[in-house]
């Protein structure tokens, strides 16, 4: 599988960007989707995770909770991660990553996903 990021971009503090993560030659719904993020001189964060395991769930960190939220459009085969609330804490690279969907998020390898590259999002005044 491939994946590919795009969407990130400056915004100023309480805006809102759309990220997409596009999942290349392959069926959206055969994958667990996560996002992850990571800030310069931070360690590698999950912000979400959505899985079909189990009739379906979405995951959140409690940084994002509330203000960011991943959806999939399984026609497009195309995830999606809006941010609201954009906060100046939330600029960090983002990266989307696949797995397997029979792997629930609270399996989810990061030396076992496939990653897509990072796009930028950077929130400033």
């Known amino acids: 599988v491939q994946l590919q990021a795009s969407g990130g971009g400056l915004v100023q503090p309480g805006g809102s960007l759309r990220l997409s993560c596009a999942v290349l030659k392959f069926v959206l719904d055969d994958y667990t989707i996560a996002w992850f993020r990571q800030a310069p001189g931070k360690e590698r964060e999950r912000v979400s995770c959505s899985t079909l395991v189990a009739g379906g769930e979405t995951y959140y960190s409690n940084s994002v909770k509330g203000r960011f939220t991943l959806s999939r459009d399984s026609a497009q085969h195309t995830a999606y991660l809006q941010m609201n609330g954009l906060k100046p804490e939330d600029t960090a690279v983002y990266y989307c990553?696949?797995?397997?969907?029979?792997?629930?998020?609270?399996?989810?390898?990061?030396?076992?996903?496939?990653w897509g590259r990072g796009t930028q999002v950077t929130v400033s005044s």
């Open positions: 990553a696949a797995i397997p969907r029979y792997y629930h998020c609270s399996e989810f390898s990061e030396d076992k996903a496939t």
